[in-house]
């Protein structure tokens, strides 16, 4: 049985987060996780020294904890009972179902950073939910079939283990592109699947019946916690950034509960 953890989230972030920024940290936060269960890896550009035998520049793995922060750069995988929650900085909302590995990335598909900190996110394997709460910059979920680009969205991205992709889509709009001529714009209640190096149509776009139920509803969900994150900034600058989480009970959190800010 999974320990409930709702009535201590706000501790345990605070104090986590206090341990993790004890050391220097060279960049900006991109996020928290708010929710782990089952194995769960963290491949963290920002971790503490690497042992002599690892190889140079390797990421060392480490399983994330409530609270843990986030960093453009790193990877997460979940195992076949695992399971992880992240906001961003934005007050984006990520939810990582089982064998999903994704890697959060500060440059988008084309090289350029984005005013939300996190310009992408790769997904490799898995299936991811999301709610995207800024509207005024885009974020893209990039597969090995395309590239979905959002704003203000709520997409289900299920990538099969041939690199296939289905976008399922909840509310508000997506781009579908990749690197051949065409593609594709979802509107709510619709989905695509696609192969890698499949030419995207609008023929591709099927109705998706939103009702069904989906994993991201069976997460365990917080009812409030608020974390304040001291750092220096890769240019020496002292920042603090201000993570807001309120749901109620078995329910998630709206885009308007749910915001992060760095100031």
């Not at 695509?192 to 190096?197: D, V």
């Not at 998706?208 to 997460?219: K, L, Q, R």
Request: charged letters at 15%; a positive charge.
């Amino acid at each position: 049985m999974r320990t409930p953890w709702t009535a201590v989230l706000a501790s345990t972030l605070a104090l986590a987060l206090s341990a993790g920024l004890a050391a220097a940290i060279k960049h900006s936060p991109a996020g928290v996780v708010i929710s782990v269960s089952g194995k769960v890896t963290l491949y963290s550009q920002s971790a503490a020294p690497v042992p002599a035998s690892a190889k140079a520049g390797e990421p060392q793995p480490k399983f994330p904890r409530l609270g843990q922060t986030v960093y453009a750069g790193d990877r997460l995988k979940t195992g076949d009972n695992g399971r992880a929650a992240l906001v961003l900085t934005d007050g984006t909302q990520l939810k990582m179902n089982y064998d999903t590995d994704i890697t959060l990335s500060d440059r988008n598909s084309k090289g350029h950073s984005s005013s939300r900190g996190i310009a992408a996110i790769k997904i490799f394997i898995g299936e991811l939910w999301a709610k995207v709460t800024k509207k005024d910059s885009t974020l893209e979920f990039d597969t090995p079939a395309a590239v979905a680009a959002v704003k203000g969205t709520e997409p289900i991205i299920i990538v099969g283990a041939d690199g296939s992709t289905c976008v399922e889509l909840r509310s508000g709009k997506v781009r579908m592109s990749n690197g051949l001529p065409g593609g594709a714009t979802l509107m709510p209640n619709e989905q695509i699947c696609l192969a890698p190096n499949q030419k995207i149509t609008a023929s591709l776009v099927q109705p998706w019946n939103s009702g069904t139920g989906t994993f991201e509803t069976t997460f365990n969900q917080a009812s409030q916690a608020t974390v304040t994150v001291n750092y220096v900034d890769e240019g020496g600058v002292a920042k603090t950034l201000v993570l807001n989480y309120a749901a109620g009970p078995g329910v998630t959190a709206t885009p308007q509960a749910l915001t992060g800010s760095a100031h």
